[in-house]
Antibody, heavy 120, light 110 residues
């Protein structure tokens, strides 16, 4: 069974860059059947779609975040990454990485999530 | 404010049926598949329904999905206390070139 695992700092200072990595195990990130994404959830709030990346490197971003976002794929290391620049307290959330099947667009496999707090 | 509109909360008694609506537009639900997710308290979201009405392996047939026009509906029959959770709809938005979620609906089984 394919598994996803997020990793990265749990605390980021305001105005700095949030960087997370999602490692894919028991499966290949190079599959063209699937694509890979990030979803976040602020404490006590709903899910927010952040963006996705295909194995080709093609990306789609949430328009409200796109100016601060970079999502990239590292196929040799079977992982993909998220960078959010100029963070504020509003970026405090649990960040999930997830997999979706092309054409279906539902996230069928999720990582366990990682809490990121933006605070000085 | 979410692109997809869900009621903030619904409730029903054990054994009863409940439906959760998700309203969108021709830019999203009207032309794309809808997925539904269940998030039990303190857990990771789980895919409940995909392609509007399909259930992944392991999801009981008490859960069903449907779509009509620019709206989608999640139905849960034979409610159990273990169904108490937040439910989210999601789809792709053609105009935004991005995925979108509804604001979520909290289900209470009284």
């Amino acid at each position: 069974q394919l598994r996803l695992q997020e990793s990265g700092p749990g605390l980021v200072k305001p105005s700095e860059t949030l960087s997370l990595t999602c490692t894919v195990s028991s499966g290949s990130i190079s599959s063209t059947t699937y694509y890979w994404g990030w979803v976040r959830q602020p404490p006590g709030k709903g899910l927010e779609w952040i963006g996705v990346v295909f194995s080709s490197g093609t990306t789609f971003y949430n328009p409200s975040l796109s100016s601060r976002l970079t999502i990239s794929v590292d196929t040799p290391r079977n992982r993909f990454s998220l960078e959010v620049t100029s963070v504020t307290a509003a970026d405090t959330a649990v960040y999930y990485c997830a997999r979706a099947e092309s054409g279906i667009d539902g996230f069928d496999i999720w990582g366990q999530g990682t809490m990121v707090t933006v605070s000085s | 404010q979410s692109v997809l509109t869900q009621p903030p909360s619904v409730s029903a008694a054990p054994g009863q049926k409940v439906t959760i609506s998700c309203s969108g537009s021709s830019s999203n639900i009207g032309n794309k598949y809808v997925s539904w997710y269940q998030q039990l308290p303190g857990t990771v979201p789980k895919l409940l329904i995909y392609e509007n009405d399909k259930r992944p392996s392991g999801i009981p047939d008490r859960f069903s999905g449907s779509k009509s026009g620019t709206s989608a509906t999640l139905g849960i029959t034979g409610l159990q206390t273990g169904d108490e959770a937040d439910y989210y709809c999601g789809t792709w938005d053609i105009g935004l070139h991005a995925g979108v979620f509804g604001g979520g609906t909290k289900l209470t089984v009284l």
